[in-house]
Nanobody, 121 residues
Framework: QVQLVESGGGLVQAGGSLRLSCAASGRTFSSYTMGWFRQQPGKEREFVTAITSILGRTYYADSVKGRFTISRDNAKNTVYLQMNSLKPDDTAVYYC??????????????WGQGTQVTVSS
């Protein structure tokens, strides 16, 4: 099982940008499909984006398409989430996840502790 640690959250004004990072332990990072989820107060955790290990295909929730970009650096065991044109509705705790299988959707097996993103209006 891979250990995940997110960073990069914070407070930003609407229209601004943030980049989240998720550092993974272990030697098999490149074999995992990686994803980002978020959870807003009083709501269930929801899918944001994912990138497969095989072919590096990306998937996005409709709410973030065109604004968010997921990428990965297998040499650094890190996955990134570039968030642009942020809206107050993007305010949430963002979680990194790792899934086995290499494709989408994977079996999401490992989760980070989460990082808070707050977008002020």
């Amino acid at each position: 099982q891979v250990q995940l640690v997110e960073s990069g959250g914070g407070l930003v004004q609407a229209g601004g940008s943030l980049r989240l990072s998720c550092a993974a332990s272990g030697r098999t990072f490149s074999s995992y499909t990686m994803g980002w989820f978020r959870q807003q107060p009083g709501k269930e955790r929801e899918f944001v984006t994912a990138i497969t290990s095989i072919l590096g295909r990306t998937y996005y929730a409709d709410s973030v398409k065109g604004r968010f970009t997921i990428s990965r650096d297998n040499a650094k065991n890190t996955v990134y989430l570039q968030m642009n044109s942020l809206k107050p509705d993007d305010t949430a705790v963002y979680y990194c996840a790792a899934g086995s299988g290499g494709f989408y959707p994977p079996d999401w097996r490992s989760w980070g502790q989460g990082t808070q993103v707050t977008v002020s209006s």
